[in-house]
């Protein structure tokens, strides 16, 4: 018997392939430029911030002539050099540019010392002598809620009685925890290089998550109009959130000192001064009170939730609107009052991080449930799956309530995708969870010293943003002569393989090879007012935008094909780098040549909005979501009582995303968005200090996750269903949701300390460093 040729990878279908990431070979090899690469033109300065060292004051006087003495020194940039608005171009018009007549947090940005070189700059602005009339600072959120403090006001979400519910529940409990921010630590740092142009045109080079909104507040500080700004970004090494909006800052500060001195500038910040400057993830804070009954179903529920905004709103508002939103993850909540408060500190302006507020308000739930869990002496995954999205009929309580079910969220949005059941009871036998369970608990009674935890926690995540307007994009294709193509679209590459995936879906849509297709960097000048790389969403909208584009060319060419050949349009396919009519093939190369020839039009754009959405801001009540991404994570840990030290052992996941354009890809989200989730909750602390002193700024103090965090025993799967939604070839986003199944390992730290000592309340704040994990444990130990 003859063995079967192999197939070429070329021939097969790019999308549903593990197509390398188009730039991993460039970006093995050094290769692969980022901002602080691209060659300086001739007579390129660099600036460097000059910071209050006060978390709230009066700026009474900035002395700069020791660093204007300097060696190098060109000038410095205060407010009064701001040729526009002085105030950020934000939504809600209240951050300034540079501190003016007050400070509002250590690390505020007063103004720029610019110089011929970084380090010039850089010791010239520590030469800067500040007159700063100290001033009360607010520095929790307690202290906020005592001011009636706030950067927006408070939203309450309200479904049913949850009066009512707890006060007819079996049972109820309260309590109050806090949940700590997180640094994005991206390697690439907040860069911006900005080089004026002629007839006052300006081109920005900047690390950023959304150019469209760097053009815009670079064009309002500088009062021009938006089209004299180009802004451009080929890739970032990292964002997370934090290149969304905090990246316009430095896009704005370098593009005045450029047209202070006319001339390039360029403006990165070193690690220190980035930690300082730059918000971060919300830290929150919650108080509850819960009712249920003997099953754990819960009955009724009042939350609060304290959102940290910092001194400004940035998207304080949108990000506390997620974390209401997901303030239920999977779980139906059929009396429900839920408050949030956006409170206003004197610390840096928090900002978007993976998940969007959505982690903040998954938290909640989940430590709620599997405190409920223990008060009833319950398996938490068993209260989790009482409680789970169903379609069950909610009994009636009177005989004028209507018939309900359980699958209509708090802000109103049918859950009509939910497979939350069967992925969790799935995940339940491959990861052997209830023998581990009873393995576990033996262990533990042999154990003193060391205690195993073990969780099973379910994620549910909308994808959309959750402003409207946002959810569209745009892209181009262009084939050229020889039949190679190129896509711009408005999205950004921050190394999750965006990029790759948009070139896959085109290569597919024209028929022609993956490697025949080239992204090219992000450009204001190519697809304008483009939304933001957030949200998730950024294939959702780009790809699909790119391959309507590639579909308007592809028919171009099958009509003109069908002319040729005498048939219908329709019977023409692209496959292979061929085009197939029912009576001859030729190569996609020769038909585009033939094309040209006979003026058929080989570019186009495309356009895309989602479908079904909509969401009344007043109200917080809609569908704000297109459709939901699921998974689970079952997670089990070990901590040691005696120093409060604490290991993840073994992760099992298996995460629903739809039918993969990428598995490779996805994966590697999936891996990395989880231990990213797990530093959040264990190891990343920042600590500020009573003066309100960020003192983890740097990696000496503020511990990321390394390989040796990571579990040999870590498993991911994939849930076996495309989308049940009209996505781009039955995808779904995999960028936020994974973060959140990380949580897993906050329940199983929980578990883990509450076998302690059984019956013991687990009282903790996150993240669980080992000295919070050695304070709860402790608590335990000692007799009631």
Known sequence: MNAAAPISLAALPACGSSRPHESAAAQVAGAAPYVDDIPEVRGTLHAAPILSPIAHGRLKG??????????????????????????????????????QDTVQHAGQVIGLVVADTVMQARKAARQVALDIEALPAVLTVHQAMAAQSFVLPPVHVRRGDAAAGLARAAHTLSGQFEVGGQEHFYLEGQIAYVLPQEQDQWLVYSSTQHPGEAQHWVSHALGLDNHRVQVECRRMGGGFGGKETQSGHLAVWAAIAA????????????????????????????DYTVGFDDSGLVTGLKLTLLANCGFSADLSGPVADRAVFHSDNAYFLSDVDIASYRCKTNTQSHTAFRGFGGPQGVIAIETILGDIARHLGLDPLDVRMRNLYSDEVVAPRSGTTPERRRDTTHYQMPVEDNILQPLMAQLEQTSDYRQRRAQ???????????????????????????????????????????????????????????????????????????????????????????SATAASS??????????????????????????????????????????????????FDDVVKQAYANRIQLWSDGFYRTPKIH????????????????????????????????????????????????????????????????????????????????????PSTYKIPTSGDVPAHFKVAFWPEPNREDNIFGSKAVGEPPFMLAISVWEALRDAVAAARPGAPVVMDAPATAERVLAAASAALTPP
């Open 440 to 530: 576990i608990a033996a262990w533990n009674a042999r154990n003193r010293v060391l205690k195993r935890g073990l969780a099973l926690t379910p994620v549910k995540f909308g994808i959309s943003f959750t402003a409207t307007l946002f959810n569209q994009a745009g892209a181009l294709v262009h084939v050229y002569t020889d039949g190679s193509v190129t896509v711009n679209h408005g999205g950004t590459e921050m190394g999750q393989g965006l990029h790759t995936k948009v070139a896959q879906i085109v290569a597919d849509e024209l028929g022609v090879p993956f490697e025949r297709v080239l992204v090219t960097a992000s450009d204001t000048a190519r697809v304008p007012n483009a």
């Open 259 to 286: 047209n202070k001195l006319k001339c390039p500038v360029k403006l990165r910040l070193d690690r220190d001064d980035d930690f300082m400057v730059t918000g971060k993830r919300h830290p929150f804070a919650y």
């Open 615 to 698: 969401y009344d801001k007043a109200t917080l009540t809609g569908r704000p979501f297109y459709y939901f991404a699921y998974g689970a994570a079952c997670t089990e840990v070990v901590i040691d009582t005696l120093t409060g030290e604490s290991r993840v052992l073994k992760v099992d996941i298996l995460h629903d995303v739809g039918t993969s354009l990428n598995p490779a890809i996805d994966v590697g989200q999936i891996e990395g968005g989880f231990v990213q989730g797990m530093g959040w909750l264990t190891t990343e602390e920042l600590v500020w200090d009573a003066k309100g002193r960020l003192s983890t700024h740097a």
């Open 538 to 587: 950024g294939t959702d909208l780009n790809g699909r935008a790119a391959q309507f584009a590639a579909r308007h060319v592809r028919d171009n060419l099958a009509a003109f094909a069908a002319g040729l050949d005498g048939c219908g349009a329709g019977a023409i396919r692209f496959a292979g780098g061929q085009v197939i009519s029912p009576t001859a093939t030729r190569a």
């Open 62 to 99: 900035v002395d700069t002539r020791a660093a204007l003495a300097m060696p190098g020194v060109r000038g410095v940039v205060l407010t009064g050099d701001i040729p526009g608005d002085p105030i950020l171009g934000a939504f809600a018009h209240d951050e300034p540019i540079f501190a």
